[in-house]
């Protein structure tokens, strides 16, 4: 294998997404999964896991642009903006947190009761911004969710 393999999938990073999925989000088939910054390499990686699954995939992107490459190159992302509208009744089973910023509580207020959160990521300290503690984690670790 080339060593530029070792970058992208055969990777730290990718396998962190695989195990994650695999070991810890007990992915079970027509769940609903929302993805953040589903337009970076990580993002991309875990919605195409995902949908493999046969899970339904919602992801957001940083800019209009990124969410347009989702939509259109991959047919099944969404922006933020219009995440409650894509969850509809059926709610979010699974939050894949890879920003870390303040859209993490309108995906805590769509997580279903006993809802997976995986945290694997904090794209937004990477960009210098001060991590958010969301104010509604409470009340989704009371609903059962888990971490």
């Not at 994650?20 to 769940?31: I, M, Q, T, V, Y």
């Not at 490459?69 to 059926?90: T, Y």
């Amino acid at each position: 294998m080339p060593l530029s393999a070792y970058n992208g999938v055969l990777g730290v990073p990718e396998f962190t997404i695989w195990d994650s999925l695999n070991s810890k989000g007990d992915l079970k088939a027509s769940e609903t999964i929302y993805i953040s910054s589903a337009a970076g390499t990580l993002g991309q990686f875990a919605g195409q896991l995902a949908k493999r699954k046969g899970l339904r995939v919602i992801g957001s992107a940083g800019s209009d642009e990124k969410a347009a490459f989702l939509k259109n190159g991959h047919g099944l992302w969404i922006s933020v903006l219009a995440l409650a509208e894509a969850a509809g009744p059926a709610g979010l089973d699974i939050y894949y947190e890879l920003v870390g910023d303040d859209t993490v509580e309108i995906a805590l207020d769509l997580l279903n009761p006993c809802g997976r959160i995986l945290a694997v990521g904090i794209l937004a300290a990477h960009q210098n911004a001060e991590p958010y503690l969301p104010k509604n984690l409470d009340q989704q670790l009371v609903q059962g969710a888990s971490l």
